[in-house]
């Protein structure tokens, strides 16, 4: 019975000497390398190519001629007021200067610069033009109305009581246009003056 106790003992010794020699040599061993899981390749999207919108181009306005309106009605107003046929103190209607040339002009500027040479004058008195768009509204005109036709201008001019009608033009080649002046007398319809000029830039 000892000699199995003893036998025993000595088997259970080695089996723990052994099973601590095999965990030393499991301790010792360096950890098998951990292979990383390979990830599929991240592709980025492909960034949308986006068109530029088209940009519409507004189309520039025709220039304007600069032209200097007070230096060519000048002379024509000088020649107007030395008429054989005015009759000094009378009332003067002065009309929209017309355009009658190829392209845009100013003649609101043209219409302004007439009324201007004449505001000093001693041979007329001027209807304000207050006055002929008061006289317009009342007999059913429009205010932009440029009084093209003779027998509208006589009867504006006998309701605001003036004498003389003055008609402007300009005309022919817008770039070099051609001012055209007649004065009318109201009574009769006769035109009792006319002159022309070219319209200086």
Same mark, same amino acid.
């Given at each position: ?8 003992? !000595? ?7 052994? $099973? ?5 040599? +499991? ?40 032209l200097?309106?007070?230096a ?16 000094? !103190? ?7 200067? @017309?355009? $009658?040339?190829?392209? /845009?002009?100013?003649?609101? @500027? ?5 009324? +201007?040479?004449?505001? /000093?004058? $001693? +041979? ?5 033009p ?15 109305d ?5 027998? @509208? ?7 605001? !009581? ?34 022309? !000029?070219?319209?200086?830039?």
């Amino acid at each position: 019975m000892k000699n199995q106790i003893v036998k025993f003992s !000595g088997v259970l010794a080695l089996s723990l000497f052994l $099973s601590g020699c095999i965990l030393d040599e +499991q301790r010792s061993q360096p950890p098998a390398p951990v292979e990383p899981i390979e990830q599929p390749p991240v592709t980025q999207p492909e960034p949308e190519i986006t068109q530029p919108e088209p940009v519409e181009t507004v189309p520039q306005p025709p220039k304007m001629q600069t032209l200097n309106w007070s230096a060519s009605v000048a002379p024509l107003v000088a020649q107007m007021l030395q008429a054989d046929d005015v009759t000094p !103190g009378s009332v003067l209607l002065v009309d929209k200067v @017309k355009n $009658s040339t190829n392209g /845009s002009l100013q003649t609101a @500027k043209a219409t302004a610069a007439l009324q +201007q040479a004449l505001a /000093s004058n $001693s +041979q007329f008195t001027l209807i304000t033009p207050q006055q002929l768009s008061v006289a317009k509204q009342t007999l059913g005109l429009s205010a932009e109305d440029s009084l093209v036709s003779r027998s @509208k201008a006589i009867g504006l001019a006998r309701y605001v !009581g003036a004498q003389y009608v003055l008609y402007s033009n300009a005309e022919g080649n817008v770039k070099t246009p051609e001012l055209q002046m007649q004065l009318m007398l109201v009574q009769t319809g006769e035109i009792i003056w006319s002159g022309n !000029g070219d319209v200086q830039h």
